[in-house]
C-alpha cells in the first residue's frame, strides 16, 4: 500500500462559526485529497495537499466526453466527540461499479477509505457540531488526456474535497413537494443510470429547472421506455408504504444503488416490516391514494438521509400524502440512521468506522 505524502496549509482559512449559515456544499475545508493515474504506472503520487485550483488542458477530456465519475459521503461528530463515517466501504466499492461502467481503472478500495479517513482526520476541526450538520466529503475522478478525440482516458485524477454541510433541503425534515416528469427521461437500462456520473445530472436539468418554476423541490423520474414506470427521485432513491407494505422501485439498471436505500431496507426488514422491491408504476400509486392506501411517501439519500414528501404532482393529479405531514415509517427511519451516524444509538450493524 503506498505512502501518502500530506503538504499542510501555511494559510488556513477561517472556520465557520455559525451552523444556520452553513448551507449545502459552498465552504470547503483547507484540504483535499489527490492521486494521479497514468498508464503503464498505474495509481500512483497520493497526497494530501492544500484546498485550491486545479491545473487542466482547456482539451482535457473530463470537459468534452464527461468521463467523470463521483461519491457522496459524510463525516459526523458523535455526540461523545468520536467521529465517525458511515458504511465507507460501499461507497467506495460503489464508486468502482461506476468506474467499470466508464472505463476507469479501478480503485484500491481499502486504500481508498484509508486515505478519506487520513483527510478527515487531518480537517477534523472543520466537523460541525450542530444538530443536523456533517462534514460532505465528495470523492471524484475525471479523465484529463489533453486530447480531442473519443476514447477511455489514459491520464485521470482522484480527487477528495471536504465541505461542512447543514440540511441539503431548506425544509429540513418537512416533507417536500415532488414533481413527475413526464416529457424527459433520465436512464434507461444498460445506460448509466446506475452510476454516479456527472452526466446523469446534466440529463436532470431541464426537468429540474421546470419543477422549480412550479414552486416542487424535486423531480420523479418514471422509465425511460414506457414513461409509467417509477424510478427515483433527482437525488434520492424513493419509496412508499401502501396499506402494510413499503414498495420501493427494483434496482435494474436504471436507478442508482443508494447506500441509504440499502441500509433504510436492512432496517425495516430488522424491524419485521414488508418491504418490498418491484416495479412500481405512477398509475398504481395514483390509485393508491386515491383510496386512501397511500399512508407515506419518503426519499432516502446520504446528502438529506431522509426527505419525507408530502405531495406529488403527476400532471393535473395533486396526491396529498399523508396530510403533508411525516409519517411514522419516515420518522422511525430518520432517528434511527441518523441515531447511529451521530452515535446516538447503538450500531448493531457494524456500519460506522471511527476516524482516529
Given amino acids: 500500500m503506498q505512502e501518502i505524502r500530506v503538504e499542510l496549509t501555511k494559510n488556513p482559512k477561517q472556520k465557520p462559526t455559525d451552523n444556520s449559515r452553513l448551507g449545502f456544499g459552498t465552504i470547503f475545508t483547507d484540504h483535499m485529497f489527490v492521486m494521479n493515474y497514468d498508464e503503464g504506472e498505474g495509481w500512483h503520487d497520493a497526497k494530501i495537499i492544500p484546498f485550491g485550483p486545479i491545473e487542466l488542458s482547456p482539451a482535457a477530456m473530463c470537459l468534452h466526453y464527461g468521463q467523470s465519475v463521483f461519491e457522496g459521503m459524510k463525516a459526523y461528530r458523535a455526540v461523545d466527540g468520536r467521529i465517525l463515517l458511515f458504511r465507507p466501504d460501499k461507497n467506495m466499492a460503489r464508486l468502482n461499479s461506476s468506474n467499470d461502467r466508464l472505463c476507469i481503472p479501478l480503485i484500491d478500495e481499502e486504500f481508498s477509505k484509508k486515505a478519506i479517513e487520513k483527510l478527515v482526520c487531518i480537517e477534523k476541526d472543520w466537523i460541525p457540531s450542530g444538530e443536523g450538520t456533517s462534514l460532505y466529503i465528495r470523492p471524484f475522478i475525471i ?44 436512464a434507461v437500462k444498460g445506460g448509466m443510470g446506475y452510476t454516479k456520473t456527472a452526466g446523469n445530472y446534466a440529463a436532470s436539468l431541464k426537468a429540474q429547472d421546470e419543477a422549480e418554476k412550479q414552486n416542487y423541490t424535486q423531480v420523479l423520474w418514471l422509465d425511460g421506455i414506457e414513461r409509467k414506470y417509477i424510478e427515483e427521485v433527482g437525488t434520492m432513491n424513493v419509496f412508499f408504504v401502501i396499506g402494510n407494505e413499503v414498495v420501493t422501485p427494483a434496482l435494474q439498471g436504471s436507478i442508482l444503488p443508494g447506500i441509504t436505500r440499502m441500509s433504510s431496507i436492512e432496517l425495516m426488514k430488522s424491524w419485521g416490516m414488508d418491504v418490498v ?50 409519517g411514522p415509517v419516515s420518522q422511525r427511519l430518520y432517528d ?3 441515531g447511529i451516524q451521530w452515535g446516538k444509538v447503538k450500531d448493531e450493524f457494524g456500519w460506522t468506522v471511527e476516524v482516529k
Fill in 277 to 326: 422491491e418491484r416495479k412500481i408504476s405512477i398509475d398504481e400509486l395514483a390509485k393508491a391514494a386515491k383510496e386512501g392506501k397511500l399512508k407515506e411517501a419518503f426519499g432516502t439519500g446520504t446528502a438529506a438521509v431522509i426527505s419525507p414528501i408530502g405531495q406529488l404532482k403527476w400532471g393535473e393529479d395533486i396526491m396529498q400524502i399523508n396530510n403533508g405531514e411525516i
Fill in 143 to 186: 479523465g484529463i488526456d489533453p486530447h480531442i478525440g473519443v476514447h477511455p482516458a489514459n491520464h485521470l485524477l482522484f480527487i477528495v474535497l471536504c465541505s461542512p454541510v447543514g440540511a441539503y433541503y431548506p425544509e429540513g425534515l418537512d416533507p417536500v413537494k415532488i414533481y413527475v416528469e413526464k416529457n424527459y427521461v433520465r
Fill in 336 to 338: 434511527t440512521l441518523t
